[in-house]
Structure formats: structure tokens, C-alpha cells
């Protein structure tokens, strides 16, 4: 067993992008800075119309360093490129700016990963809130708390493009995440679905209890 899962966590990257969702967004990595354990830098790009009010000077007394990107991209899939290219650790984990996440989540993801091995990608559960506003609904979640491995074509997509964790060389196998996919793009859905169609040509993806 990997050192790292019995004890502090190996440097890490934890990438969040959004657009025009600023108190989500906020809320988020409020959610993500109180977990028992937090990534060794948070990148966080935003594609908004304008900067965030406060996270481009957001300090923290967690030993997490927080770099903001306000970016006039647009793309979700070309977001993420972004942030991955600017991360600086192999440990690369995504999450979504519309999801609060447990306090043993973080640590969780990555340990799964550590387990797992570096030809890995890990994803999770993604549970529904109470909607916002009347009628509203979650179009894509993972209830699952059943721990599943997943290797070759599957027929199904099981990667949730907005809770994974991975090493920076199974991306860059790859070539990240298609621009042309996602929310903002061309074709504005099945970004996470065709990266994980690509992944299983070099990996193996396993679902973990977030």
C-alpha cells in the first residue's frame, strides 16, 4: 500500500470551473476549504462575464493555495484543458461549482485514487439537493453506492466529468477534454461521456462512494 493512504495526501490539484454562477461557485469552495482534508492548490477558472467580487483575493488559513483565472474563453470542455494545463501537481481531481461536498469527501477521492493505481480514473456519487426553484431538477447524478471497475467498452457511460480524480498522464494519453463538447460549446452535452469513451482505451474508471 501506497504511504500517502495511510497518512497526509501526495501534493494535489483540485480544478473548478464555472460561468456566471457566482454564489454557487462561492458556496462550493466554502464547502471544499471546510473538509477535513483539502487539495494542496485550488484552481479555480471562471468564464463569467465578470471577475468574481472576491475570490480573485480569497485567503485561506488551510494550507490550500487558491488561484483564480478569469478567462473571456467560453466552454466548459475548454475550461478544464485550462485548468489542467495550469495545475502544477500529477494529481489532478475536478469537481463541479454547484455541489457541496462531505468533509471526508476530498480525502476520500484521493486515497481511491492511490489505490487504485496510476492507470486509474475514480469517480463518485452525485446526489440531487432540494431544488431551487420550483420544478427544478438535477439532469445527471450517480446514486450508486455500489464500488464497481470498469475496463474496455462497456456500453454505458459511468464517468462523471464533474466529480473525477486522475493522474495528469492519462489526460495528456488522451488530449484532455474535447472543446468541442459541453456546456457553452458547439455540442453542449457528452463532454464527460466521450472522455470517458476515450479513457477506456488506456484505463480503467472506479466509481467511489463520494
Not at 494542496?40 to 487558491?66: F, G, M, N, Y
Not at 420544478?135 to 467498452?153: D, I, L
Amino acid at each position: 500500500m501506497n504511504s500517502w493512504t495511510l497518512a497526509s495526501l501526495p501534493p494535489t490539484s483540485l480544478i473548478m470551473c464555472s460561468r456566471n454562477r457566482p454564489k454557487l461557485l462561492a458556496e462550493t469552495i466554502e464547502s471544499v476549504l471546510q473538509g477535513d482534508e483539502v487539495p494542496t492548490e485550488l484552481v479555480v477558472v471562471d468564464q463569467s462575464d465578470a471577475p468574481h467580487p472576491t475570490l480573485a483575493t480569497l485567503k485561506t488559513d488551510r494550507p490550500c493555495e487558491i488561484r483564480y483565472l478569469w478567462t473571456h474563453s467560453v466552454g466548459l470542455s475548454r475550461a478544464r484543458n485550462t485548468g489542467i494545463a495550469t495545475a502544477q501537481h500529477c494529481i489532478l481531481a475536478i469537481i463541479d461549482d454547484d455541489m457541496f461536498v462531505t468533509s471526508t469527501w476530498f480525502g476520500s477521492l484521493i486515497r481511491a485514487l492511490l489505490n487504485a493505481g496510476e492507470c486509474t480514473v475514480v469517480t463518485g456519487r452525485v446526489l440531487p439537493t432540494v431544488a431551487e426553484v420550483p420544478g427544478g431538477f438535477v439532469p445527471t447524478f450517480m446514486p450508486s453506492e455500489v464500488p464497481a471497475v470498469y475496463e474496455g467498452r462497456i456500453g454505458t457511460d459511468v464517468l462523471a466529468g464533474g466529480h473525477m480524480a486522475t493522474y495528469r498522464p492519462i489526460l495528456d494519453a488522451v488530449g484532455g477534454f474535447d472543446e468541442r463538447l459541453g456546456a457553452g460549446a458547439e455540442f453542449p452535452a457528452a463532454d464527460d461521456n466521450d472522455l470517458g469513451f476515450r479513457l477506456r482505451t488506456v484505463v480503467k474508471s472506479r466509481p467511489q462512494k463520494k
